[in-house]
């Protein structure tokens, strides 16, 4: 369940609602490690009620691999790509190594647009790829170009991108950054998993987290831990006495 994400949730779930509606959308969900990117991004599975749903995800040990991520994400529907028109098919089988075939970064983001098109003929289809930031360039390219240009297909693209040293843009595409949760938020998301913090411990944790709720989680976790050896050796002194 998410928690202090009502804004967020409904921007996610207005996109789902476009390509009900027979519309595209693309939406890039930014903001630091924990903050809440991969909540969102499985939020907006559970909701795609009656939707093709393809999940892809940047690998950092596969960033410099051409086309790695764009592969695991189509994968499930290479047995489609006779359904495109000959260049673009064999751009694609060309970028995956299934033929010798080369072809320009327009003719395999063609494809790609081509072949998810197809897919939302057949019902609307919901694209999420999370830790976009550890696409290889070759993925990142295709998928952008094809998010920018879906308008009359039912296609919804979401990609959960992390704040790093090295920037990942996406131009063209409408972003959403995540804060932190609010305090209100913050403090019933930590009542919720770690009810046994003592209050100097549950401020300390409020404080140190600042919103982030895998911070929140973490450093909740290990305060209940600490103040079950605390309970426990009081409880052993009490008892020595």
Known sequence: MLVG??????????????????????????????IGKSALLDHAVAAAQGMRVLRGVGIESEAELAFGALHL???????????????????????????DDSATPFLIGAATLTLLAELAAEQPVLCVVDDAQWLDRGSSDTLLFAARRFQADPVVMLFAVRDTAVPFAT?????????????????????????GLTAPMRARVLEEASGNPLALLELGRRGSRRSGRRRSRRTRSGRCR
């Open 73 to 99: 994400l189509l994968y499930p529907y290479l047995d489609r790509l006779d359904l495109l028109p000959g260049p673009q098919a064999a751009a694609l089988r060309g970028a995956f190594g299934l033929s």
């Open 171 to 195: 131009p063209g595409v409408e972003e959403l950054r995540l804060a932190g949760l609010s305090p209100d938020a913050a403090g019933g998301l930590l009542d919720r998993h770690s009810p």
């Open 5 to 34: 994400r009502d804004g967020e949730r409904d921007h996610v779930e207005r996109a789902l609602g476009q390509a009900s509606a027979g519309r595209g959308a693309a939406l890039v969900l930014r903001g630091e490690a924990g």
